[in-house]
């Protein structure tokens, strides 16, 4: 389902900026996928089921009420943002001083992708690739997908390809790390979040937050600006995963995020990419994407 499209008499809403501490903007263009990964950390099927999809437009005029500086891109992302059937119309319509990053599977036609987008669009000064890949060797081709990051470089995008460090796939990450070598593609690992085979893996500073269960009440702020594919807001990927309820609106003229702690009853369910110890978006460790007291 998708929203209907902001009509000419409304007035242009007002821009948004985001508090000092923000170190994320993530755009859910759609949470549909062309895979079906067994360890998805996005996998909770009410969150297909909820709110719809906002028109090529409608996110222009989201995106475009930003103002986070020139170090803080918006992060296109999903499911797969290529899905979204005006996804070439957002990259080229919001506003050309907004960084644009993206996660993709690469699923979809390279050709098309280099013919209809400027590599200036998707490139910064930054430690890490601004279109960040990821490789699922059970539903991927690995020469496949690395020959598709390499013919992204060498079209002038800034491209690099990502592979989880789970159990099950030690062998394919050592090939995957030869083949990028050899490719001249860069190859970096992210932990792997969840259970496997009875045993937890991660690095989370708050380990009973996904422990099952939600009779704890807690305090709660984020450092990352969440927006659904209906243009909802949400405290965390939790939030929006699950289909609970967002607290505010990017086509809500009054919205204006903040970095203030709010009630949460959801703690022991909380999602484990927000409570995990990572690096910021300047590579510095040591950050989490939420605060909980």
Not at 56 to 71: K, Y
Not at 79 to 84: A, C, I, S, V, Y
Not at 217 to 241: A, K, N
Request: glycine share 10%.
């Amino acid at each position: 389902m998708r929203t209907p499209t902001m009509s000419k008499a409304e007035k242009r809403l007002p821009e948004i900026a985001l508090p000092a501490g923000y170190n994320y903007i993530a755009a859910f263009l759609t949470l549909d996928c062309t895979l079906a990964c067994s360890y998805c950390i996005n996998r909770f099927p009410r969150a297909r089921e909820t709110g719809g999809m906002m028109d090529g437009r409608c996110w222009i005029e989201a995106l475009d009420r930003l103002c986070p500086g020139p170090d803080l891109p918006v992060t296109l992302q999903g499911g797969e943002p290529t899905l979204h059937p005006d996804f070439y119309s957002i990259v080229r319509g919001v506003r050309k001083d907004l960084r644009l990053d993206m996660l993709t599977n690469l699923e979809f036609d390279v050709a098309e992708f280099i013919e209809r987008v400027d590599p200036a669009r998707m490139r910064r000064d930054a430690p890490y690739a601004s279109i960040r890949a990821s490789y699922h060797p059970e539903a991927m081709d690995l020469g496949a997908t690395v020959a598709k990051v390499s013919h992204l470089c060498k079209a002038g995008f800034s491209a690099g390809l990502w592979m989880l460090d789970h159990p099950a796939y030690g062998r394919e990450l050592v090939a995957a790390r030869a083949a990028c070598e050899q490719a001249g593609v860069d190859f970096r690992v992210k932990e792997f979040l969840g259970s496997y085979k009875g045993k937890m893996y991660g690095t989370y500073r708050y380990p009973g937050a996904f422990a099952g269960g939600t009779g704890k009440t807690v305090e709660c702020r984020t450092t990352e600006l969440i927006i659904g594919p209906d243009g909802s807001v949400y405290r965390c990927h939790g939030d929006l995963y699950a289909g609970r309820a967002p607290v505010g609106c990017m086509r809500d003229a009054g919205f204006l995020p903040d970095a203030r702690f709010r009630e949460c009853r959801s703690f022991g369910a909380c999602n484990p990419c927000d409570i995990k110890i990572k690096t910021d978006r300047f590579q510095r460790s040591g950050h989490t994407s939420v605060e909980i007291v």
